[in-house]
């Protein structure tokens, strides 16, 4: 995070934004799977100039052990984000918000995946931030949803997220770190589009209970695209190199 | 049977809608929802078993597994007591490489089909054993009681050399050592691991 100074022009007179997107425009996002060789599944997953790169192992035995559940697997989630990825060095060690995070990640994962079916084992999913531009816990649950999947691990539906803020009066979708740093409102949410639910909403800021619905509206909108997306790299992954079995 | 081509040899992610229960059933890779929709659990391809009016879901990527009942493992002794002894269960039999590894268990009991004084007898800490899995549950409970099962690879306990079987006793070749295993049939053989 960079210091506060002078603020931009966040809202144009065009009624675009500051980086030229329309209120309801995703930035431009880039998904990739199975990038690393020696996770169990992994995803790579750039919301503009957000970068988080996800990687799972497992079901495997716990370590320790005396995490394991007798009736389910522990899912595991560390979000961590690298010293590089931000303006000013970030220290490698896991900070509060870092620590919040990784609960917020798991509880937003743990509806969608089997965990029933791998008792007494857990499974383990490792988030790094290769470059923070707002948006990070989004986009990790994003790339971590990928992952799963790539993993093999049975999941219920898939899961995508994207945040919603309000800058200048004006409610955004997928705001960045500048839209993130000078708006008023930030609400990040994720959503299980298939099955219709929502995994994950937070709040920061004040919104109306109007603004609020209307947001809770475009998140969702966005996640379906997202969603989409996703769907299409899963595909495009395994099934034009194997198109028949 | 135009709604049966709708259903199977459809390409499907997590979270995608197959059919209703009521066309087919959830069989493996999917799963019933709480509005009564069979959704896909994997990346892959459905298939449908017109029998059992079930739908399931080949996959595409490599599904973890874990040892199933009455499987064949191979896996290494790390810690032997009188009573028991701890394997690390890291393939099938048939040479299919675990994600991970699992522990299992062998009990005295289990240990061969003659009586058995001590587990110190059977197996020691190194082996690799052939053993049949009893339970599906972490720890796994193993046998090699068969005569297929037991030490498929042991090595000396005073030098660390490979021991050969000769003659219905393992001896060491190098220090001349003779040792007491519950020795596989299949001593020797490691079957699709190597």
């Known amino acids: ?245 | 049977m135009g709604r049966l081509d709708e259903i199977v040899d459809k390409k499907v992610t997590p979270g995608d809608e197959i059919c209703v229960i009521e066309e087919f059933m959830a069989g493996p890779g999917t799963y019933e929802d709480e509005r009564g929709w069979v959704r896909s659990a994997y990346i892959g391809v459905t298939v449908a078993d017109i029998l059992a009016r079930t739908v399931a879901v080949k996959p595409y990527v490599r599904v973890p597994e874990l040892p199933r009942k009455g499987e064949y493992v191979y896996g290494v002794v790390v810690h032997v007591k009188d009573e028991y002894a701890v394997v690390r269960i890291l393939s099938s039999a048939t040479g299919r490489r675990f994600r991970d590894y699992y522990t299992g268990i062998i009990h005295i009991s289990q240990a061969s089909d003659k009586f058995v004084r001590s587990l110190f007898d059977a197996v020691r800490e190194g082996d690799i054993v052939k053993a049949r899995a009893l339970t599906t549950r972490i720890p796994v409970n193993l046998s090699i009681r068969e005569p297929r099962t037991g030490v498929v690879v042991a090595f000396c306990s005073r030098c660390g050399a490979l021991l050969r079987y000769r003659g219905g006793k393992l001896v060491c070749p190098e220090c001349g050592n003779v040792e007491k295993r519950s020795v596989s049939a299949e001593y020797g053989v490691l079957k699709g691991l190597i």
């Open chain 1, 1 to 245: 995070m960079g210091k506060a100074g002078e603020k931009p022009v966040l809202i144009r007179e065009d009624g675009r934004r500051h980086d030229g997107r329309l209120p309801n425009e995703l930035r431009p996002i880039r998904m990739e799977v199975g990038v690393l060789n020696n996770a169990n599944g992994s995803a790579l997953v750039e919301f503009g100039k957000t970068r988080v790169i996800a990687a799972v192992y497992g079901p495997r035995e716990p370590q320790p052990k005396w995490i394991a559940m007798p009736y389910r697997a522990v899912l595991r989630v560390r979000y961590h984000m690298a010293p590089f990825s931000t303006s000013t060095r970030k220290s490698p060690a896991p900070s509060r918000r870092e620590i919040e995070l990784s609960k917020v990640i798991r509880e937003a994962l743990e509806p969608v995946v089997m965990t029933e079916m791998f008792p007494r084992t857990s499974i383990d999913v490792f988030v790094e931030v290769l470059n923070a531009h707002g948006g990070t816990r989004t986009t990790s649950l994003t790339a971590a949803a990928l992952a799963l999947a790539d993993a093999g691990i049975p999941m219920r539906d898939l899961v995508a997220g994207v945040a919603v803020g309000k800058v200048d009066g004006v409610l955004v979708l997928d705001i960045d770190e500048v839209e993130d740093m000078y708006g008023e409102a930030d609400m990040p949410v994720a959503a299980a589009p298939s099955l219709g639910q929502i995994t994950l909403l937070q709040l920061n800021g004040v919104l109306t209970k109007e603004e609020f619905e209307e947001g809770l509206k475009m998140a969702l909108d966005g996640i379906r695209k997202i969603y989409e997306m996703q769907k299409r790299v899963l595909r495009e992954k395994y099934m034009k190199i194997k198109p028949e079995v």
